[in-house]
Structure formats: structure tokens, C-alpha cells
């Protein structure tokens, strides 16, 4: 019996109507044929290009590829050079367009009883050919009918496009309201805290105390988030004008260590600070301050408890780096471009080892760079280490990366390794 299942004409039947395509089944299958079947073009050509069939049995009027279309793009590969091509389900005024896109036969009603009789006939070498004159006048209507349906598609990959532009514009807007209405409550709550934490309102016992901080720790995180919606809503928008003023990187990246110092100590990290020695640059400095933290707040989310962080503030002649080392799991090299995407979170081990975020810190990180008119990357892992630590980081290297344009009265910018600049450490 498996010998004489091996011997069976294979067909593959492309229709879209589920009732044709059972009642061909049961009539291919009650004459001996094999039958495989699917309701798209397209997968009908994955299906003939995986496995070749013996014959090809398809309608003509598909929902995602017309059938004509089918054949012209079946008939282009070597493999399937022999296999005879039957349409089926053809008007009057389609029989010339299918055999002239290349069908050797049409069965207008689907063959009624008598489908496997019609098949094995053309298995057998039955073929219906057209007269050049007919030939040509079939092919100018395919022409004419893939022309419309490409213009069709392009009408409606414009519509699409201009969809898509709608739905970023209400993106942009729906994060900068978001932002506004959220920021409007935080503003106070910041200030009565730190109103507390001064003691101006009385003495505050020590275990109040550790509650007024871990409260500012908190509030101080949801303002970044805060922060990263406006920007990103902004910056998307091109409604983020610099602000130049003068900036001291090294006091920078000392102030973001010291915002992520509680986080720090929670996850029991080393975060240093390797300085890149003085000179003020021209600079954004709330929103340089905010891609930094960025990068730091995703080294310290993403690193095992014990690990260490590392900023190195690096200057070379026309470039100031900021580069965040860390000893995570790292960037699988196809994430290493999504990861900068909005809203887009790489694979994590586990939901809890992996808190998501919001998935917009590094891309306001880039965003920003971009708007100084510089880059920011990530290596994984690390192609160089930095010059004067001691540890190997083995996970991620983020770098924001902008034009050091020296601030007025500002030092001269030092080559690297042009010196020994300090260090400074948290957690």
C-alpha cells in the first residue's frame, strides 16, 4: 500500500472557497490523487517551491495574488519547469490571460465529475495552446491587469504611510500630554519632600528620615520616566531646541553617579567614575545630564548584585564620549539597533530578573546625541575596556557621543590619554 500511496499524482489545489477546495479533495482523492491544499497564493508558493508538486491546480481569482500572477511567478523557477499548471474557476475572458501568463489548461467549471479524467489527461501531455495572435492580445490584458493592481497596491502603501504618520503625530502628542499631566502633581510632591528632608518643618527621626529618602529616591525616578516621554514626544516632534550653555562633563557624570546612588547600594553595585579631565563644553546640560542617566539608570537596572558601573567621561580633540561599562548579561548583536527603538524591549532571562522599563530611556539617550549632532552605540561586548580601571567589564559598553565645542574661557580639550584624570565612586 505505501508503495502504491509513493505512485499517486500529487496536486496541489490553491483555492480560496472552502467548499470548492473539499469537494476537489474528495474527488482527486477517490481517483488515486494525493492532495495538498491551501487558500492563498502565497503559501501556495511556499508550499510548490518546498516540495514540488505533479501538477499545479489553481483558481484564478485569489484573494492576496491574482492567479494569472501566480502562474507568471511559478513559472520562473527551474523546479518547477515540467509541472503542468490548471486553472480553474476562469470567466470566458479569462481563459486567454491564463494560458498566455503560462496555465497549459483551464477548466472554467472546475472539471464537475469528471476533474480527475481532465487531469491525468494533462499529466499525460494534454496541453491547450493559443494562436500568436490571441497570445498576444492575452498577454496585453495580463499587462494591463498586473498595472492595475500594482497601482492599486502603491495607492495603498501611501494610504498606509500616511496613516502611519497620523498615528506618530498622535503618539508624540498623547506622551507630551501624558508627561505634562504627570510632571503637574510632581513638582509639589518634590517640593514638600525635600521641604521634609531639610527639617524645616521640625526634626524628623532617623527611621522618617530613611522614609523621606527612599520617598525622593522614588520621585526622582518617576521624574526621568517623566522626563523621557516629553523628551522623546519633543524630539520626535522637532520641537526640542538646544539650549547651549557651559558644561563641566566630569561634574556631569559625578552628579548622574550621585542620583543613582540609592539604586546602587539596593542592587550592591560599584559605580565609579573615571574622569576625563577639565574644560567646559557647549552643551544642552538638562538634556545631555538626562541621556547620561539614561544610560547609567539601564547599566544599573541590567547588572547582577555585586557588579560594577562604570562612566568614563572620554575627551578627544572635537569629540566628548560618555561611555557606561557594565557587567550584565549584555546585547544580543541583532538587538543591538532595536534596543534604541521606542517602546521596544530586548529578550530578558526572566520577568523578574528583567524589569522592562519603559522602554524609552535609551531611545531619548540617541535622540538626544542625534540633536547635538552626534551618535550614541552600544558594543557587547566591550571591544575596548577603559584605560585606567582595573575590572573587565564583560557585559554592554553604552557610548552618547557629541562634538565638543569648547565653552568661552573654557581649558583646552586634552587628547586621550593626555594625562591622569581622577576617578570618583558610589554604592
Not at 31 to 57: C, K, M, N, Q, Y
Not at 58 to 85: C, N, T, Y
Not at 137 to 165: I, K, P, Y
Not at 293 to 309: C, I, M, Q, R, T
Amino acid at each position: 500500500m505505501e508503495a502504491e500511496a509513493s505512485m499517486s499524482p500529487r496536486v496541489l489545489c490553491i483555492e480560496a472557497n472552502d467548499s470548492v477546495r473539499a469537494r476537489v479533495r474528495r474527488l482527486l482523492e477517490a481517483e488515486g490523487f494525493s492532495v495538498d491544499e491551501t487558500a492563498t497564493a502565497l503559501d501556495g508558493i511556499a508550499r510548490a517551491l518546498t516540495r514540488p508538486p505533479d501538477l499545479v491546480l489553481a483558481d484564478v481569482h485569489l484573494p492576496d495574488l491574482d492567479g494569472a500572477e501566480l502562474a507568471a511567478r511559478l513559472r520562473r523557477e527551474k523546479s518547477l519547469a515540467s509541472v503542468p499548471f490548471v486553472a480553474v474557476g476562469a470567466a470566458p475572458e479569462d481563459h486567454d490571460v491564463a494560458l498566455a501568463a503560462g496555465y497549459d489548461g483551464v477548466l472554467p467549471d472546475g472539471g464537475g465529475e469528471h476533474l480527475g479524467e481532465e487531469l491525468r489527461a494533462i499529466l499525460a501531455g494534454k496541453r491547450e495552446r493559443l494562436g500568436d495572435a490571441a497570445e498576444r492580445a492575452g498577454l496585453r490584458r495580463l499587462s494591463a491587469s498586473m498595472a492595475g493592481r500594482l497601482e492599486a497596491a502603491l495607492g495603498d502603501a501611501q494610504r498606509a504611510q500616511d496613516r502611519l504618520g497620523e498615528l506618530a503625530k498622535l503618539r508624540s502628542a498623547f506622551m507630551h500630554d501624558l508627561a505634562h499631566e504627570l510632571s503637574t502633581p510632581l513638582t509639589p510632591l518634590a517640593g514638600y519632600l525635600r521641604i521634609l528632608q531639610a527639617e524645616k518643618l521640625g526634626a524628623l527621626a532617623p527611621q522618617q528620615k530613611r522614609v523621606v529618602d527612599a520617598l525622593l529616591h522614588s520621585v526622582a525616578r518617576l521624574t526621568r520616566i517623566v522626563d523621557n516621554l516629553a523628551d522623546f514626544a519633543n524630539l520626535q516632534a522637532g520641537r526640542a531646541p538646544l539650549h547651549d550653555e557651559p558644561v563641566e562633563p566630569d561634574r556631569l557624570a559625578d552628579e548622574v553617579v550621585a542620583e543613582q546612588r540609592n539604586a546602587a547600594r539596593d542592587a550592591r553595585l560599584h559605580l565609579a567614575v573615571q574622569h576625563g579631565g577639565p574644560g567646559a563644553v557647549l552643551a544642552d546640560a538638562r538634556k545631555l545630564r538626562q541621556a547620561v542617566s539614561n544610560l547609567v539608570s539601564n547599566a544599573v537596572k541590567f547588572s547582577p548584585h555585586g557588579g560594577e558601573v562604570l562612566v568614563e567621561v572620554q575627551r578627544e580633540p572635537g569629540k566628548l564620549r560618555f561611555a557606561v561599562y557594565d557587567q550584565g548579561p549584555g546585547v544580543a548583536s541583532s538587538e543591538a539597533e532595536r534596543i534604541f527603538e521606542p517602546l521596544y524591549h530586548a529578550a530578558r532571562a526572566t520577568e523578574e530578573a528583567r524589569p522592562p522599563g519603559s522602554g524609552l530611556g535609551l531611545p531619548v539617550a540617541r535622540r538626544i546625541a542625534e540633536a547635538h549632532g552626534g551618535r550614541a552605540w552600544v558594543e557587547s561586548p566591550p571591544r575596548t575596556q577603559p584605560g585606567l580601571s582595573l575590572r573587565h567589564y564583560t557585559g554592554a559598553k553604552f557610548v552618547v557621543e557629541i562634538p565638543a565645542r569648547a565653552a568661552p574661557g573654557a581649558e583646552a580639550v586634552r587628547p586621550a590619554g593626555g594625562g591622569s584624570p581622577g576617578t570618583a565612586a558610589a554604592g
